[in-house]
């Protein structure tokens, strides 16, 4: 059970207590889909799935690190930063770096780490080992970094060394995560605000496609590059647009011309799901459930077919759901390419639920549908 595997490991791995132990957890998102790096809100949240640190400063430069759920180690100098070869211990060097690069004095460590975030589902293990080192070392070695800043810090290692060119919503929900609540998250100004989720007689499940999303290797970073080139077009056909926050539909239609068939169509999503997640959250705040439910399953459909960063497992799940008056909303979450869907459920009908959409798996794919029925949790903290 974690994290007390982890912590018993430590000893067996270092012969000695660690002397901190830290939970960065998972993140869910309830709307808000590539959105935040063009600018957009957010809706995620933390989730009792987490990845555990047991840690201890040392007096010389090296780090020993050990991956408890991988069983594998790794050994790197904080002096000379490069690349490993083993793909998991880069989202910690990368850290490191970071935290270099910003001038924090920092000494080596003794490390094990692993936890109970399915891998390459969309739920942001990546994102939770960099926001839990983060915050590990700024606690060994009394950085005084504030939050935001060691959200900032887990970016930049998954930008600059990772090479995922991924957007602040994933570290920021590791972070600032609060129980029972949902985190709108202003990705222009970074202002945001907890407000919490009570659905009394709903539940939040994610059902795992099975299929494992890399965004490294994937279109992810097409798609930013995509947006990217959408908006350097339209702000010079209109002037006063700085950010796809200034533009409408309308405006996007009228210069359709101008736009790659791609483009536009990835242009006419992000300013969608901009619209989307500020006509959610109103929604939400009454306690509307249903025009929640009709935004997620639009969201959807935007990322299906405009965005195109689902894939036919994800689809078929959410369709499963189309029909179901036992789910309020149901769409991919995450990056896309694989991972979970995300849906709100009637607690009374949940289990009725359940059982059909894996028989119905089983039947198309030959697969086991592993769901999880996810609680809202505090964010990255000592434990
Ligand atoms: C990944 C990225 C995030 C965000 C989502 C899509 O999780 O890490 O920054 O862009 O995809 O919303």
Redesign the pocket.
């Known amino acids: 059970m974690y994290p007390e595997n982890i912590i018993t490991k430590f000893q067996e791995q270092f012969s000695k207590e660690a002397s901190l132990v830290v939970r960065a957890p998972g993140r869910i ?1 309830l709307i ?6 063009n600018d957009g809100f ?1 809706l995620p949240a933390a989730i009792d799935k987490a990845i555990y640190f047991a840690i201890s400063p040392r007096e010389d430069e090296n780090c020993y690190v050990y991956a408890y759920d991988l069983k594998s180690s790794d050994t790197f100098s904080i002096s000379t930063i490069q690349k490993s070869d083993k793909s998991w211990a880069n989202y910690l060097i990368g850290v490191v770096d970071e935290l270099q690069k910003s001038e924090q004095k920092i000494k080596g460590f003794d490390l094990v780490f692993g936890g109970d975030i399915p891998l390459g589902a ?1 739920v ?1 293990s990546s ?1 939770a080992v960099e926001t839990g080192l983060a915050f590990a070392l700024n606690q060994l070695y009394d950085l005084g970094l504030e939050t935001m800043q060691m959200v900032k810090i887990g970016k930049a290692a ?1 930008n600059n060394f990772v090479g ?1 060119n ?5 570290q920021f929900a590791s972070m600032f995560g609060k129980k029972d609540a949902v985190i709108r998250l202003d990705c222009r100004s970074l202002e945001y605000q907890h407000f919490p989720l009570s659905l009394p007689n709903h539940t939040v499940i994610l059902c795992n496609s099975g299929v494992k999303h890399s ?1 490294g290797d994937s279109e ?1 970073n097409t798609r930013r590059l995509e947006c990217e080139e959408g908006l350097s077009i339209l702000s010079g056909i209109y002037p006063n647009v700085k950010s796809f926050r200034d533009l409408t539909l309308t405006m996007v239609e009228e210069a359709k011309t101008s736009l790659s068939e791609n483009v536009y169509k990835r242009c006419v999503y992000v300013v969608g799901e901009i619209d989307r997640v500020i006509v959610a959250c109103e929604a939400l705040e009454r306690n509307d459930l249903a025009t929640f439910g009709k935004k997620m399953y639009e969201t959807h459909d935007g990322l299906q077919h405009n965005y195109a960063v689902s894939c036919e497992e994800l689809d078929f799940l959410v369709d499963e759901t189309r029909e179901d008056d036992a789910v309020v909303g149901s769409r991919m979450m ?3 390419f694989g991972g979970c869907s995300i849906n709100i459920v009637e607690k009374s009908k949940a289990e009725a639920f359940l059982n059909r959409i894996k028989k119905a798996y089983q039947a198309k794919y030959q697969k086991d549908l592993v769901t999880y029925a996810v609680a809202l949790t505090n964010g990255t903290e000592i434990i």
Do not use: K, P, R
Request: charged share 15%.
């Open positions: 998102n808000g889909e590539h959105t935040d790096y957010v969309g942001s994102a998954e995922v991924c957007g602040i919503m994933d965004l992810y995450g990056g896309g």
